[in-house]
């Protein structure tokens, strides 16, 4: 069942003006609830204007967007969306403004009308989940943690709400491997222990392959390919003329099946290609023999 | 020249009120020579942006001693030598740019260093050249791509003709497209410029092609060697990180017996050696 | 037409000056077209300046009718019961000061003509001590940071709940203070990295620096400045006398 649905859907920046600027174009697809969906493509490839229209930010220039059914364009559903939709931008960690921690998560959550006892429990919660240990980080003033924490706090106050669709902007963007493998565990802990819908733009396309159930890969406002992990990384691999965004183990199948070798090139992990070098090494040893 | 950047016992402690003070780096002790492409890993916290600052006199050790080609960064008087040998790039570009057109940003440091308006010219005609930013020289550096305002932060460096660039973590805010630039340029820099380049990042496979990895944990070096060494060290896990997709590739072909080289830890490596 | 920053400096200087001793709406009228001519002039987009000032329609509407409504008058046109609120003199006093304003800022863009480079330069051959212009010259490249900022965290208040329009003006007031803080650390934070990038670049290493460019007074340079001095002063002259 779609819980996010978009049919050629078109955003205009500064229609009419010189600085005009079609971010999207024509973008149709479709999100099912409980999925955790990717979305790959290079900067200035539309990635962020597309996210902005699952959480009513954004509505369409031409084009419809539809969250639980509802169209976004309407602006009473735009209003209720912010309770459902969570969005973290890219660089979350800029937007921090409270002087405590604690201060930060709970002004969504008074926003939303909880009592005290309910938004210390939440605050409490969310702060577990993506890793960090509430009794140290609470009252500290989130400008004085370091960046991976500052991310891991922004996170928590997204999670806190509880919402059922959560939107990522390269959640792991610029931050260590340890903040990082904490953020993506809390993201999918949270789809499989709440069934959230996950949408999740990122870089780091070696993350995606483990985590999400669908791909999409934008270029230039245009999606030039979605759905199943296997299809759109063949796709992408017409697209990407410098084979650039191809996670390097599928890079490398490409580089040598380009050579002549014969190795399959739709393979998705690490393990798969290893096998598929294993075999192809395995083979010349036996020709010399 | 055979000059090198060396850490004696280098130490760096932050006090705060009312706590013990927290060191940062702990006794280290590093020799990096004037052509070396070393790569710096470490979680956050482990020194290593603090290590990268010591480099060039930006802070100064409390205990133990930085030399630069011999030259002592405590030492005021060596403070512009110093400054002029080690070129530091940073995470933001935005927060390094100043001037509203590349080749005045690039021009700012030579200027600084009271070098005569010819020599200046031809310093900032060659840094515009090698960085590959030759026909932006006019443009406004907002209007460039990531990519582009780090290879300009780089460019507005090289001018003063360091010996050792030195780059906190350039590609965090990177595209793939700029960050493929962006090494392409440090690799050739230390090639043919025989630049020596310190880099420090969170992502594995960036470092690969550097011929020397520095692990740090907990304000130590935990590990130095060359990649493929450092990669596979069981240390390395215990550091936090894990090794980058092709050198656990060799690793994995090597276990099952395969008669790899194991010292394959980058893409171009792999396919040199399978296609031969 | 390409002038020295400093013949553009003087011309501020002047129309500023003369902005601040008009009083009356016609003159600062003339003042302002005057100076919309030169900014065409000197190639200045007109769409970019009303795009910048669009949001700041409602501030200088709002400023008209306060001053309007708190200058007495005695040609009153809308009152009240007993109490005039808005009389003619009034209506003139808010135009004066929004006329004003408008002149001062459309001549602070011409400002913006100019590289802060040869600013600086311009200001550095008038023996103006090189760290005093560059400062000046940065805190106005940071003055639209700050608005980037400001708008970052306003978007994030958005995300989590607060429709911006529906806040009462008394709480907006509570909400952007407590702000503040935030954004102008942060904004410190930038130029503290922005000062040590400077210094990794020999930022005032040796006592002395090379300038790549000269900027030289052309006769046209001359010509702007005496013409400018000169109609400012007798246009004076003739306002006071």
């Known amino acids: ?289 | 020249m055979d000059g090198r950047i060396e850490l004696i016992d280098a130490t760096k402690e932050y006090k705060h009120a009312g706590s013990p003070p927290v060191s940062a780096l702990n006794c280290v002790n590093l020799s990096i020579r004037q052509d070396e492409f070393v790569g710096m890993v470490g979680l956050n916290a482990s020194g290593k942006t603090t290590l990268a600052r010591l480099l060039n006199g930006l802070i100064l050790p409390s205990r133990g001693k930085v030399l630069v080609n011999g030259l002592d960064t405590a030492d005021l008087a060596q403070k512009k030598e110093i400054r002029r040998l080690v070129g530091m790039v940073f995470q933001n570009p935005d927060n390094q740019i100043i001037n509203p057109i590349v080749e005045e940003e690039v021009a700012f440091a030579a200027e600084n260093l009271n070098l005569s308006p010819a020599e200046v010219r031809r310093r900032v005609d060659w840094a515009l050249e090698v960085s590959g930013l030759a026909d932006l020289r006019h443009h406004a550096p907002q209007m460039l791509s990531g990519g582009q305002k780090q290879r300009l932060a780089v460019a507005a460096v090289l001018v003063m003709q360091p010996s050792y660039l030195v780059l906190d973590e350039p590609t965090s805010m990177l595209d793939e497209d700029g960050r493929y630039e962006l090494i392409k340029t440090l690799q050739d820099l230390n090639r043919h410029q025989r630049l020596s380049i310190i880099m420090i990042s969170h992502r594995m496979e960036e470092v690969a092609p550097a011929e020397r990895i520095i692990v740090l944990h907990q304000g130590t070096v935990y590990l130095d060697g060359p990649p493929a060494e450092v990669f596979r060290s069981p240390r390395f896990a215990l550091a936090g990180l894990k090794p980058p997709p092709i050198a656990r590739l060799t690793n994995s072909l090597l276990r099952q017996g395969h008669p790899i080289d194991d010292r394959i830890v980058t893409l171009e490596q792999m396919v040199e050696f399978l296609c031969r | 037409m390409l002038l020295d920053p400093r013949s553009k400096m003087i011309m501020v200087i002047c129309i500023s000056s003369l902005a601040l001793i008009y009083n009356t709406p016609a003159r600062l009228l003339q003042l302002l077209l005057v100076t919309l001519v030169l900014l065409f002039i000197f190639s200045f987009n007109l769409r970019v300046i009303a795009g910048y000032l669009k949001p700041f329609i409602f501030l200088m509407f709002f400023l008209f009718v306060v001053q309007s409504i708190f200058s007495p008058g005695d040609r009153v046109i809308l009152s009240l019961g007993p109490v005039s609120l808005i009389s003619i003199e009034g209506v003139l006093a808010g135009a004066t000061v929004v006329l004003r304003l408008l002149v001062i800022t459309a001549a602070a863009m011409l400002f913006t003509t100019f590289s802060s480079r040869d600013f600086i330069l311009g200001l550095v051959q008038w023996k103006v001590p090189y760290e005093i212009a560059f400062m000046v010259s940065t805190a106005l490249r940071f003055l639209p940071l700050f608005r980037d900022e400001l708008k970052n965290v306003l978007t994030a208040i958005q995300l989590r709940g607060v429709d911006l329009k529906k806040v009462p003006w008394g709480k907006k007031m509570v909400m952007y203070r407590r702000l503040t803080f935030p954004v102008v650390y942060r904004n410190m934070l930038k130029a503290e990295q922005l000062a040590i990038a400077m210094e990794a670049r020999a930022f005032r290493a040796y006592p002395q620096r090379t300038y790549l460019r000269q900027l030289n007074l052309q006769r046209v340079d001359y010509v702007v400045i005496l013409l400018s001095l000169l109609v400012t002063f007798i246009l004076i002259m003739r306002y006071i006398g």
């Open chain 1, 1 to 289: 069942m779609p819980v996010i649905e978009t049919k050629e859907l078109t955003h205009i920046y500064l229609a009419g003006t010189p600085y005009e600027k079609k971010a999207l174009n024509q973008v149709s697809l479709s999100i099912n609830k409980g999925e955790l969906f990717g979305i790959i493509g290079a900067n200035g490839s539309g990635k962020s204007t597309l996210i902005q229209h699952f959480n009513g930010l954004l509505t369409p220039s031409c084009g419809t967007v539809r969250v639980y059914g509802k169209d976004t364009a309407n602006r009473s559903c735009r209003n209720e969306l912010w309770k459902k939709v969570g969005l973290m931008f890219q660089f979350p960690e800029q937007q921090l403004f409270a002087s405590t921690v604690f201060d930060e998560l709970a002004f969504g959550l008074k926003n939303m009308g909880l009592e005290g006892w309910e938004i210390e429990n939440r605050v409490e919660e969310a702060l577990l989940q993506v890793g960090l240990n509430p009794k140290e980080v609470i009252k500290v003033p989130p400008l004085g943690l370091s960046g991976g924490a500052r991310r891991q706090v922004a996170l928590a106050c997204i999670l806190a709400m509880r919402p059922t669709i959560l939107v990522l902007d390269e959640p792991t963007a610029g931050v260590d491997p340890s903040a990082s493998e904490h953020i993506l565990k809390a993201i999918k802990k949270m789809q499989r222990e709440q069934q959230a819908t996950v949408v999740m733009v990122s870089h780091y396309v070696n993350d995606l392959i483990f985590l999400a159930d669908k791909l999409a890969f934008l270029k230039e406002g245009r999606l030039l390919s979605y759905g199943d992990k296997k299809t759109v990384f063949r796709d992408m691999a017409q697209w990407d003329v410098n084979d650039l965004i191809l996670p390097e183990h599928l890079k490398l199948m490409h580089r040598l099946a380009a050579y002549g070798l014969p190795v399959n090139t739709e393979i998705l992990t690490l393990e798969e290609a290893a096998a598929e070098i294993s075999r192809v090494m395995e083979e010349w040893a036996r020709c010399e023999r």
